[in-house]
């Protein structure tokens, strides 16, 4: 399974982005998805997670409010719209499969990755 995000860039603080990321085909069972980020020099932290069927979230607190991740249900495709940009937003976003239907922050719970995409926010 291949995954391809898009949407990313460069923006103002205070500006909005939407980014979306697409399964190259379905996954053999359910499974909820999540997006990523790493800045340069950290390491790879949770964002945002949403189960299989679309209906359960979980997000990062420093993206509570501003951030909102879903998808289209039944398809292993999702979206995270991110408003009210700041400049710590600013790394390289990553979606991932999970490889269970419920949302998880943990990294190692998600099997398939995305190559990502850049997002800066300039202040």
């Known amino acids: 399974v291949q995954l391809q995000a898009s949407g990313g860039g460069l923006v103002q603080a205070g500006g909005f982005l939407q980014l979306s990321c697409a399964a190259t085909?379905?996954?053999?069972?359910?499974?909820?998805m999540g997006w990523f980020r790493q800045a340069p020099g950290k390491e790879r932290e949770f964002v945002a997670a949403v189960s299989w069927r679309g209906s359960t979230t979980l997000y990062a607190d420093s993206v509570k409010g501003r951030f909102t991740i879903s998808r289209d249900y039944g398809k292993a495709v999702v979206y995270l719209q991110m408003n009210g940009l700041k400049p710590e937003d600013t790394a390289v976003y990553f979606c991932?499969?999970?490889?269970?239907?419920?949302?998880?922050?943990?990294?190692?719970?998600?099997?398939?990755w995305g190559q990502g995409t850049q997002v800066t926010v300039s202040s």
């Open positions: 085909r379905r996954t053999s069972s359910n499974n909820a």
């Open positions: 991932a499969v999970n490889r269970r239907p419920v949302p998880s922050q943990e990294a190692s719970s998600y099997l398939y």
